[in-house]
């Protein structure tokens, strides 16, 4: 249990000195100052700076999962929860070094892990979100629900991951949901201001 406390905190460590310094401008041996502790101690607990890289998404990831389930939970409109449950696993601009960090063709196998990771986590978030709208009849569509969670991610990822988004874009993006979800055409337009938002 105290070995894994102690890994957590160094996990920590290294998420403040990335956040801060950038993923490639913090060395091991930083991290390891930090701490205050012997260099044998870290290497105990991961094999590399790449290895520790892979533990601090992992975190991300996990407390990204928590925001989505608050917002899950929420009294949002269940077309609204979708949306918003998309963006709370999304990095915060304040750690986007380290998802630069995974998209180098050196991480290429730790950024397939870490999608698959945030994928397979959201999946049955997104499917049980879904599934409340077709039973409200805000979604029409009800065959391979999982398989239309999916896509709604590789959808998404590409369109909140680009800064070159414009009018026409999102439209069809919306356009391409409300058929994905057999939702009435208009009923996801509030995306529009959504993804302005986000890029201003």
Request: charged share 30%.
């Amino acid at each position: 249990m105290k070995k894994e406390i102690r890994k957590k905190e160094l996990i920590k460590i290294a998420y403040n000195l990335f956040i801060t310094k950038g993923y490639e401008n913090t060395s091991v041996d930083e991290i390891i100052a930090k701490a205050g502790i012997a260099k044998g101690t870290y290497y105990y607990h991961f094999e590399s700076k790449e290895q520790m890289l892979e533990e601090v998404i992992n975190m991300m990831i996990d407390e990204g999962v928590e925001r989505a389930k608050q917002v899950v939970n929420s009294n949002l409109k269940l077309e609204e929860k979708l949306v918003y449950t998309i963006l709370a696993l999304r990095v915060t601009p304040e750690e986007q070094s380290m998802q630069d960090a995974i998209h180098t063709k050196e991480n290429i196998i730790l950024h397939k892990k870490i999608n698959d990771k945030i994928i397979d986590v959201a999946v049955p978030l997104l499917s049980s979100i879904v599934r409340d709208a077709q039973k409200e009849g805000l979604f029409t569509r009800n065959d391979n629900i999982e398989e239309r969670v999916r896509m709604t991610l590789i959808l998404s990822n590409e369109m909140f991951n680009h800064s070159e988004i414009n009018e026409a874009k999102i439209s069809v993006f919306i356009d391409t949901l409300e058929n994905i979800y057999g939702a009435k055409t208009g009923s996801l337009s509030f995306i529009q201001k959504l993804i302005k938002g986000e890029l201003e």
